[in-house]
């Protein structure tokens, strides 16, 4: 693995650099703690891979579907972290996540309610991959 496979995808950098996981409830979450791109698809590019949390008492949540699911998560002002924990608010967009999430992804928007059920659609096969390997 190289240097250049170890870095973030710029989008993610950039959204970072926003600091929503500073501002906002439920965005408390830090994305070098417990989540990751799940490689799932071989030859696959990172931002194609799912974004996966594993808690250390075997909490398994799929995050967002891929890289851009994940800024429109966040451009509908859902953090990471209320993925895991359940969403018990009524969430806003924010402007710059919304711009920067268009820019991305190339499209106006993406509803919330298929975000989610996008990356839950992912979460049979993760747990099954987690229970193949810890017996």
């Known amino acids: 693995m190289t240097d250049e496979d170890r870095m973030l995808p710029a989008a993610l950098e950039e959204a970072h650099e926003l600091g929503f996981f500073e501002d906002h409830d439920g965005h ?6 417990s989540a990751a791109f799940w490689a799932r698809a071989s030859g696959g590019t990172i931002e194609t891979q799912p974004i996966v949390f594993l808690g250390s008492e075997g909490a398994l949540c799929v995050i967002a579907r891929n890289l851009d699911d994940y800024l429109w998560l966040l451009a509908n002002g859902v953090g990471p972290l209320e993925m895991v924990d359940g969403l ?5 967009q924010i402007p710059a ?3 920067l999430a268009r820019r991305h992804t190339g499209t106006s928007s993406r509803p919330l309610g298929a975000v989610i059920s996008a990356a839950e659609a992912e979460l049979p096969a993760l747990t099954a991959l987690i229970e193949s390997v810890t017996g």
């Open 28 to 33: 408390d979450f830090q994305p070098d703690e």
């Open 88 to 92: 018990h608010r009524v969430p806003e």
């Open 97 to 99: 996540l919304v711009a």
